[in-house]
């Protein structure tokens, strides 16, 4: 069993940048995948960026890229998203999942393949 808790979510105006942490319980942190998923007011949970178990792989969708970039400390149990250049449009409720990783580079951009949900955190960007 894994739980996991977001933290760093806010308001922010456009052009700025948040930081969001995932801590997660348990002794096999980095036997999981960890992503990150979004999901705004009226829309699909929408995948949002995703790093493996040994961190040596990330992957992220097309909106965020080059904008947002996921990393992780296994010795702290965390993991985190920075967001930079933030938009009106990357408003949502911000959620980290785990998935049961099926080798140290596997990463999964489809949300049934994960296993553990946080509760989400709640990012606005205003104009």
């Known amino acids: 069993q894994v739980q996991l808790v977001e933290s760093g979510g806010g308001l922010v105006q456009a052009g700025g940048s948040l930081r969001l942490s995932c801590a997660a319980s348990?002794?096999?942190?980095?036997?999981?995948?960890m992503g990150w998923f979004r999901q705004a007011p009226g829309k699909e949970r929408e995948f949002a960026a995703v790093?493996?178990?040994?961190?040596?792989?990330?992957d992220y969708a097309d909106s965020v890229k080059g904008r947002f970039t996921v990393s992780r400390d296994n010795a702290k149990n965390t993991v985190y998203l920075q967001m930079n250049s933030l938009k009106p449009e990357d408003t949502a409720v911000y959620y980290c999942?785990?998935?049961?990783?099926?080798?140290?580079?596997?990463?999964?951009?489809?949300?049934?393949?994960?296993?553990?949900w946080g509760q989400g955190t709640q990012v606005t960007v205003s104009s």
């Open positions: 999942a785990a998935a049961q990783r099926r080798h140290a580079r596997w990463t999964t951009t489809r949300s049934y393949d994960y296993d553990y």
């Open positions: 790093i493996s178990g040994g961190g040596g792989n990330t």
């Open positions: 348990g002794r096999t942190f980095g036997n999981y995948a």
